[in-house]
């Protein structure tokens, strides 16, 4: 495990390079994200060496609460902050102002999104102000605002298979898909928990399933096409699950991060049959196996921090290797 401070910023999110495997992007706030300004780092991981190297650094007034690659120009960032703004960074000109800046959101970004396939550019960000906007990064105004939450709006994700598929989530406990050409309404809405709805994340193998993690601690998994209860749930965390994410390389592995300062590895088999109209379930956990009748709780898990954890992710061009932060100003990679 190699450790990377920073001073004085506490992590909120951090993002692997989907073009350069050994370069992360940690987004990063003052005073807790209450008041202050954010900083942008851009760190190197030298796995042999166990070291961890600052690249770059780029500020802005404001916290930063999210940030995401570009996939089709390996240089180019996207950035959620405080002031209801997001912001474009190019790390070549890491001196300079952001590239863009799109202000229209009229509370915090607490999330943002590019679009996976290599076709279509548009970005998604997400707002306390109960809205999720769509974005041409070549254009300064939305394309669309999408209003389908009652509560602030935590988290949206494209689909990794549908290009004009994506899912919300907010506080009013609702998991929302949507479809980019309907804007007024959602294709599907799921009241998924009976708490906040912090995080979500899609299947990368496949296309109607996803998981979204609650304030209440639970890990749920839903397939998309049956609406009334989940498919699998975890109840390993102690308290609110800020992030949750799937694997880029195995269809039955998801992580998570929590409040309770921990981050917990999950390998879970599920046998869904839908055409016979049964549901087998159990989960392998670090690789032991449960029947999802017997336990749903973890076996192993890890406290990394301090303080809360909110940034999680894992590479997707190593399998296993995964990085973590927290307000406690610390950001971890390590493998699983």
Known sequence: MTTFKTENRHGYSVKFSPNRSNLLAIGTSQYYGFKGGGTLFLVTYDEDRCLITKKYEMHWEDGLFDVVWSRSVYSLL???????????????????????????????????DWCQNSVDDFLLSASWDCSVKLWDPNKHCSLTTYKGHDRLVYEAKWSPFLSSCFASVSGD????????????????????????????????????????????????????????????????????????????????????????????????????????????????????????????????????????????????????????????????????
């Open 78 to 112: 996207v950035t959620g902050s405080g002031d209801g703004t997001v912001q474009m960074w190019n790390y070549k000109y890491p001196s300079q102002k952001p590239v863009r800046t799109f202000n229209e959101h009229k509370k915090e970004v607490c999330s943002v």
């Open 173 to 336: 406990g609702m998991l929302n898909i949507w479809d980019c050409s309907s804007p007024l309404r959602p294709s599907v809405k799921i009241n998924a928990h009976q708490a906040e709805i912090l995080s979500c994340s899609w299947n990368q193998f496949y296309p109607f399933v996803l998981a979204t993690g609650g304030a209440e601690g639970l890990i749920r998994i839903w397939d998309i096409r049956k609406l009334l209860t989940p498919i699998f749930q975890l109840e390993g965390c102690q308290d609110a699950v800020k992030r949750v994410q799937c694997s880029p390389h195995h269809w039955s592995t998801l992580v998570s991060a929590s409040y309770d300062c921990t981050t917990k590895y999950i390998y879970t088999k599920i046998t869904y049959f839908i055409f016979l109209k049964t549901n087998y379930i159990s989960i392998i956990i670090m690789y032991r196996i449960w029947d999802y009748g017997v336990s749903s709780e973890p076996l192993q898990s890890h406290q990394n921090h301090s303080d809360y954890v909110y940034g999680l992710d894992m590479s997707s061009d190593q399998d296993g290797l995964m990085a973590d932060c927290g307000w406690d100003a610390e950001v971890r990679v390590f493998r699983i």
